[in-house]
């Protein structure tokens, strides 16, 4: 009888801490997320939501050379896909940085093939680490940035 009043205890005090342990990870469990991206490897999400889809996409790094120009390093990765149109495609790039620089994104609209469009996607970088949205639509590209 004393065990089967301690199993019953046991197994009482373990449900709790599951049910409790599940409701504080569905209550923090989005900025732990966020945490967690902070210090991973860059992604960046790109929702495309034009009415074309988008060819030739890449994303690369913006270093300065020594005059303070801002330029292109050699650390690039292209998006060999495309990137459909009313879709949602998250990417995580392979890059090198030494020191500190920037991460754009280029791609092309089928509107102009002649002129691929470029946006800064992470205005500042040591690290090469977090994310970033971006939203592509008919007539404005914005982005939200979280990277560091």
């Given at each position: 009888?004393?065990?089967?009043?301690?199993?019953?205890?046991?197994?009482?005090?373990?449900?709790?801490?599951?049910?409790?342990?599940?409701?504080?990870?569905?209550?923090?469990?989005?900025?732990?997320?966020?945490?967690?991206q902070q210090f991973g490897s860059f992604?960046?999400?790109?929702?495309?939501?034009?009415?074309?889809?988008?060819?030739?996409?890449?994303?690369?790094?913006?270093?300065?050379?020594?005059?303070?120009?801002?330029?292109?390093?050699?650390?690039?990765?292209?998006?060999?896909?495309?990137?459909?149109?009313?879709?949602?495609?998250?990417?995580?790039?392979?890059?090198?940085?030494?020191?500190?620089?920037?991460?754009?994104?280029?791609?092309?609209?089928?509107?102009?093939?002649?002129?691929?469009k470029t946006v800064g996607i992470c205005?500042?970088?040591?690290?090469?680490?977090?994310?970033?949205?971006?939203?592509?639509?008919?007539d404005d590209v914005s982005v939200a940035?979280?990277?560091?």
């Amino acid at each position: 009888m004393k065990w089967n009043r301690i199993s019953v205890t046991i197994a009482v005090f373990d449900a709790v801490l599951i049910i409790a342990l599940s409701i504080t990870a569905a209550t923090v469990g989005p900025d732990v997320v966020k945490l967690i991206q902070q210090f991973g490897s860059f992604t960046v999400t790109v929702d495309n939501q034009s009415d074309y889809d988008l060819f030739s996409v890449e994303t690369g790094v913006l270093t300065s050379d020594s005059t303070g120009q801002i330029i292109e390093s050699s650390s690039k990765e292209s998006f060999e896909q495309g990137i459909s149109s009313g879709t949602k495609v998250k990417i995580s790039p392979e890059l090198s940085l030494s020191g500190e620089g920037g991460i754009y994104l280029k791609y092309t609209d089928p509107r102009d093939e002649s002129s691929p469009k470029t946006v800064g996607i992470c205005s500042y970088t040591e690290s090469l680490s977090g994310h970033s949205k971006v939203i592509i639509t008919n007539d404005d590209v914005s982005v939200a940035e979280n990277c560091s």
